[in-house]
C-alpha cells in the first residue's frame, strides 16, 4: 500500500464563469483584516478562517459581484461580512452587502486596512436581525475581478457550521451567484461555484423550552413492540427532535418532524408506561407529555424475514474460532472492525486520537516501542499487526501487497521483500505464493489470526485461478498451499491513483469517466473479493473481507473529499464488507491534500473535513454494528441501486447508493411483501424520515457519492 504510488502530470483547469483559466498553486496564507469595531466573542461564519480555494486568482479581470445563499435555523443578526482574497490583484474598494431573497438591499458596508491575502472582514454599523429558516445572500464586489473560487462545490453538498448553512445547489435555487457591474444584486451562477463569500453572524440567545407534547397514546401494536404516537409541541424557533421515556429512561429519540415511534424487542405480557418531551436546536428540553401506557402481548415477535439470504462470512461467531479473540469485543455482535492501515504507535497521544476517531483495530503499525502495546490495551484498540498470540495482538500481519512485488507463483524467494532481487528469477516475478507459505511456516501457529492486504495483483492483474490461489491458501485449487488467512483486505484508489484512470477500463471493462467514483469500491473490489473467497464453496466467502479507502491523495496533485471517503465507505459496507478500513499515509503534495504520513494526527486545517467526516462515519458504523453483524437479504429494491438489506429486532434496515454509471436522481424503492406496506421510514443520520404507502417510497440521490440509510418497523 505504501510502497506502491505513481506522480502523475497535474493538470488543473477551472471553469469560471464560462471562462477557462489555469489553477493557481500553492497554499494562501490565512489573516483577517483589521477592523474599527472590535470582534464579539460569540460571532459565527459558516466556513471558518481554514477554509481556502482551488482558485487563488481568477483571470477574469471585468468588475463583478459575487454571493452566496445561506441560511440561519435559528434568529439572530448579521454582523457583517467576509470574503477571501487570494491575491493582491482582487483590489480597489470592496464592498460588502446583505440581501433579502427578493433582493432587497438590508445592509452595506466598505472593507477597509485589508490584508494582502486572506480572509478581510467588515463589520456593518449596525447589526441586521434575520429570520430563523429564511433564505439571504450576502455578497462582496470585486470591482477588478480576480476573486477566488472553487468549481462545483455546491453540486450536491451544503456548508454547514452550527445554525448557519450555505445551501446546496437545488434548495433555494442554485448558489454561488454572481452579477457583472459596479455592483448589485446576484442572481446568476455557473456551475454550482463558491467564491468564497461569508457573513458573521450573533444568533440570539435561545432560553425558552418547548411546550409538552400533547395526547401520548401508546398500543402494543404487534408481538414485542409498542406503538407511540402524540401532536406536535410548540417553539418560538422549532422543534429539533422527540425524547422518548420508558418507565422514566430515555430509550429513543426522533426528528422534530415525527410524530410517532415504534417501541421493539420488548418482553412478552410487560406493561410499559411511556412519556415524550421535546428539545429545540438551542438544547431546551420542555417538559414531559401525558404518560401513556400499554402491556405487549403474550407472543414472541418474528425473527427476520421470509427472503433468501446472501452468502455469510464473518461476525462473532467466525472470530470464535481464533484463541487469541477469546474474551475480547471481536465476540460481541456488539462490534464492528473498523481499522487504521499504518498507524503509528511510538506516542500514546497518536494511538487516544486515533481512538477518538472511533478505530477499534490496527491493520499494520509502525515505530513501535516497548510501550506500544500497553498504550493500545490501554485505550481499546485491537492489534492485527502482532504476534496474533493474545492481549491486544489479536492477529499478525503478512506483508502487505505482496501480490504486486512478488507476483502470483511458486518460483524461489530470495528473502527480500519489495525491493530488487525479490524471486529467481527475478523478472518475471512469480514467487507470492512461494512467500505466503514460508511466511505462515515461521510463524508456527496454524491458529493464528492472519491477516494480509492485496492490491492491483489480486484483484486486476491475476488470473481467477490465482487470485483464487492466493486469497484462498491451503482451501484454494493449488495442492501446495498451506496458509490460510483469517481477513483479508484490497486496496485500489479509484479517486486518486494516478495511473487508474487509463487502467480501469482495460482491467475492468468500466468507461473511463465512470473511475473515479465511490460506487467502484464497492461494485469492482468488494464484488472481486467475494466472488474470488467464495470459488468452490458455493460462492460463500471463506473469511471476512474489506476494503481499505485513502483519507488523502495518492498521486501528485490529486485530491479525496470528505464526501467521497464517507461515499467509498459505504459502497464497501453495501458490497458487504464485515470491516471498514482507511489508509492512513497521503502521497500527493497539494494545496487540498498536502503530504502527510497519518491524516488523523495530522492537525492542519487541511485534514480537519475529513477527520471530522472519519469520525463521524465511524460512530455511525458502531452504532449499527449489531445490524452489520447479521446475515442479509437479497432483495432487489430498484435496479439502479446497490442495496443491502438486514433485519434486526423488529426492523429491516436497508442502505443505498447509486450504482456506478447513475450520478443523482430520484429513485422508487420497492419494499418486500413481508413487510408493512405503508407507514413511515427513519432516515438515519440526516433527521429526516420519509412517509410511505403502497409498499414503496421514494428518495433523492444527489451526487455520484450518496448514500442513505433507513429504518423501517416492521
Keep these: 500500500m505504501s510502497r506502491f504510488h505513481h506522480s502523475a502530470s497535474r493538470l488543473c483547469l477551472f471553469l469560471s464563469l464560462g471562462i477557462i483559466v489555469g ?160 455592483g448589485g444584486f446576484p442572481t446568476q451562477s455557473y456551475q454550482n461555484t463558491h467564491y468564497f463569500v461569508d457573513v458573521l453572524f450573533l444568533p440570539t ?46 430509550v429513543a429519540s426522533v426528528s422534530g418532524t415525527t410524530r410517532g415511534y415504534r417501541d421493539l424487542g420488548l418482553a412478552a405480557s410487560t406493561l410499559y408506561r411511556y412519556t415524550v418531551k421535546a428539545r429545540d436546536f438551542a438544547g431546551n428540553t420542555g417538559a414531559a407529555s401525558n404518560t401513556a401506557s400499554a402491556t405487549t402481548s403474550d407472543q414472541q415477535p418474528p425473527d427476520g424475514l421470509n427472503l433468501p439470504r446472501v452468502p455469510w462470512e464473518g461476525g462473532p461467531a467466525f472470530y470464535a474460532r481464533f484463541p487469541a479473540m477469546a474474551g475480547t469485543p471481536w465476540l460481541s455482535e456488539d462490534f464492528f472492525p473498523i481499522g487504521y492501515w499504518g498507524a503509528y504507535t511510538d506516542e500514546e497521544r497518536r494511538i487516544a486520537t486515533d481512538k477518538a476517531h472511533g478505530i477499534n483495530t490496527f491493520l499494520e503499525t509502525y515505530a513501535g516501542n516497548d510501550s506500544s502495546a500497553g498504550w493500545m490495551r490501554q485505550h481499546g484498540i485491537w492489534n492485527l499487526a502482532g504476534s496474533g498470540l493474545g492481549g491486544e495482538a489479536v492477529g499478525t500481519t503478512f506483508y502487505d501487497e505482496t501480490d504486486m512485488w512478488a507476483g502470483p507463483g511458486w518460483d524461489p524467494w530470495t528473502g527480500n521483500v519489495a525491493t530488487y532481487d525479490v524471486c529467481i528469477p ?48 491451503a482451501d484454494g485449487p493449488d495442492p501446495r498451499a498451506n496458509w490460510r488467512f483469517g481477513m483479508v483486505t484490497g486496496d485500489i484508489y479509484f479517486y486518486t491513483d494516478g495511473n487508474i484512470g487509463g487502467e480501469a477500463p482495460n482491467w475492468f471493462g468500466i468507461p473511463a469517466n465512470e473511475v473515479r467514483r465511490a460506487a467502484n469500491y464497492g461494485e469492482i473490489l468488494m464484488t472481486n473479493l467475494r466472488i474470488a473467497s467464495g470459488a468452490g464453496n458455493n460462492g460463500e466467502p471463506r473469511i471476512p473481507l474489506g476494503v481499505i479507502v485513502e483519507l488523502g491523495g495518492q498521486a501528485q496533485g490529486s485530491v479525496i473529499n470528505a464526501n467521497q471517503v464517507e461515499g467509498a465507505v459505504w459502497s464497501t459496507l453495501i458490497h458487504e464488507a464485515r470491516m471498514l478500513g482507511y489508509f492512513s499515509h497521503v502521497f500527493s503534495d497539494s494545496t487540498a491534500n498536502p ?120
Design 23 to 182: 489553477c493557481t498553486q500553492g497554499t494562501p496564507a490565512v489573516h483577517e483584516s483589521r477592523s474599527t469595531q472590535s470582534g464579539l466573542a460569540s460571532e459565527i461564519s459558516i466556513f471558518g478562517t481554514s477554509a481556502s480555494p482551488t482558485t487563488l486568482e481568477d483571470s477574469d479581470t471585468a468588475s463583478v459581484e459575487l454571493g452566496v445563499k445561506f441560511r440561519s435555523s435559528v434568529p439572530g443578526a448579521v454582523t457583517g461580512i467576509r470574503f477571501y482574497k487570494g491575491s493582491a490583484a482582487n483590489a480597489g474598494t470592496h464592498v460588502g452587502s446583505l440581501w433579502t431573497r427578493a433582493g432587497q438591499r438590508l445592509a452595506s458596508a466598505t472593507f477597509s486596512n485589508e490584508t494582502a491575502t486572506g480572509w478581510q472582514t467588515v463589520r456593518f454599523a449596525s447589526p441586521v436581525s434575520i429570520t430563523a429558516n429564511t433564505t439571504y445572500v450576502a455578497s462582496y464586489l470585486a470591482p477588478r475581478g480576480s476573486y477566488s473560487a472553487t468549481g462545483g462545490y455546491f453540486a450536491g453538498q451544503d456548508a454547514t457550521n452550527g445554525p448557519l448553512t450555505a445551501l446546496a445547489s437545488g434548495v433555494d435555487g442554485q448558489n454561488g451567484v454572481y452579477v457583472y457591474g459596479s
Design 205 to 250: 440567545p435561545d432560553t425558552s423550552a418547548p411546550s409538552a407534547p400533547g395526547s401520548l397514546v401508546a398500543t402494543a401494536s404487534a408481538p414485542g413492540s409498542i406503538q407511540l404516537t402524540w401532536d406536535a409541541a410548540t417553539d418560538d424557533v422549532g422543534v429539533t427532535a422527540y425524547l422518548i421515556f420508558r418507565d422514566g429512561d430515555e
Design 426 to 473: 527475478d523478472d518475471p516475478r512469480r514467487c507470492g505464493f512461494t512467500i505466503y507459505n514460508a511466511l505462515y511456516q515461521e510463524l508456527n501457529n496454524p491458529n493464528a489470526f492472519i491477516y494480509t492486504n492485496v492490491g492491483k495483483g489480486a484483484l486486476m492483474w491475476w488470473s481467477d485461478e490465482q487470485r483464487e490461489i492466493g486469497i484462498n491458501g
Design 595 to 714: 503530504f502527510t504520513t497519518d491524516v488523523l494526527n495530522d492537525s492542519r486545517a487541511e485534514y480537519q473535513e475529513t477527520r471530522e467526516r472519519v469520525k463521524k462515519i465511524n460512530a455511525e458504523v458502531t452504532a449499527l454494528a449489531r445490524v452489520l453483524n447479521t446475515q442479509s437479504y437479497v432483495w432487489q429494491f430498484n435496479p439502479s441501486l446497490s442495496t443491502m438489506l438486514k433485519y434486526r429486532d423488529g426492523a429491516a434496515y436497508v442502505f443505498a447508493m447509486q450504482k456506478r454509471q447513475f450520478t443523482s436522481g430520484t429513485y422508487t424503492f420497492t419494499l418486500p411483501a413481508e413487510l408493512p406496506a405503508s407507514g413511515t421510514i427513519e432516515v438515519l443520520g440526516e433527521n429526516r424520515s420519509i412517509s410511505y404507502s403502497g409498499g414503496r417510497f421514494t428518495d433523492s440521490f444527489t451526487a455520484e457519492y450518496s448514500h442513505h440509510s433507513y429504518r423501517i418497523p416492521d
